[in-house]
């Protein structure tokens, strides 16, 4: 069954220290992972996407990384800021179906960054 | 950038009531999608379209309808709302086969009381 776990399921930190969320995928055959940043209230925007040959890609202070061997992700934060507050959801897309539909959702990871 | 609008940031709404919800995307994107977020359960896709007058239902697609009449406009139609379809609506879009392109929009909360 095609599923993406994200762990932890929330997290609290300081201002300023850094932080790193996890996802495993069983997603099979693989197309590309991303992860979005949703604050309360709002749609979610995109932070990375990644293809199957791309094991790092920055945006800013969020870095994340793709193992595509042991279907995992992890997405580090540096200096975290209040702002970075917010639920981070993990998305893996299959290859079936092209681009209609195909997306495997995590639960996201709640992070609260307090001053 | 990419701009998919949601019409409502907020609805309240009664049971039995058919509540629309409109989404209009302006980079003239063959793909729109319908999703519902729950606490716990993530997103879930309801309906989805990749062309004017088409539309494949999702994975919860019960007590829900579609139209696309045009290709900019999606809409999810609740015929008669209920108070478990309480919930965040997101819709998204994307070009076929591009996901850097795949955007969403701000979201529609939703009571129905």
């Known amino acids: 069954k095609n599923q993406v776990e994200q762990s932890p399921q929330s997290l609290i930190i300081l201002e300023g220290k850094n932080c790193t969320l996890q996802?495993?995928?069983?997603?099979?055959?693989?197309?590309?992972l991303r992860w979005y940043k949703q604050d309360t209230g709002r749609g979610p925007v995109s932070l990375t996407i990644m293809t199957f040959s791309e094991n790092t890609k920055s945006n800013g202070r969020y870095t994340a990384t793709l193992d595509a061997d042991t279907k995992q992700s992890s997405l580090h934060i540096t200096a975290s800021q209040l702002s970075d507050s917010a639920s981070y959801i993990c998305v893996v897309s299959g290859t079936w179906g092209g681009s209609q539909g195909n997306l495997i959702f995590g639960k996201g990871t709640k992070l609260s960054v307090k001053p | 950038d990419v701009k998919v609008t949601q019409s409502s940031r907020y609805l309240v709404k009664r049971t039995g009531e058919k509540v629309f919800l409109e989404c209009v995307q302006d980079m003239d994107h063959e793909n729109m999608f319908w999703y519902r977020q729950d606490p716990g359960l993530g997103l879930r896709l309801i309906y989805f379209?990749?062309?004017?007058?088409?539309?494949e239902k999702g994975d919860i697609p019960e007590g829900y309808s579609v139209s696309r009449e045009k290709k900019e406009r999606f809409s999810l139609i609740l015929e008669s709302a209920s108070t478990n379809q309480t919930s965040m609506y997101l819709c998204a879009s994307s070009p076929p086969d591009r996901p850097y392109g795949y955007t969403f929009g701000s979201g529609t909360r939703l009571t129905v009381v």
């Open positions: 996802c495993n995928y069983t997603v099979s055959p693989f197309s590309n």
């Open positions: 379209s990749y062309d004017v007058k088409m539309k």
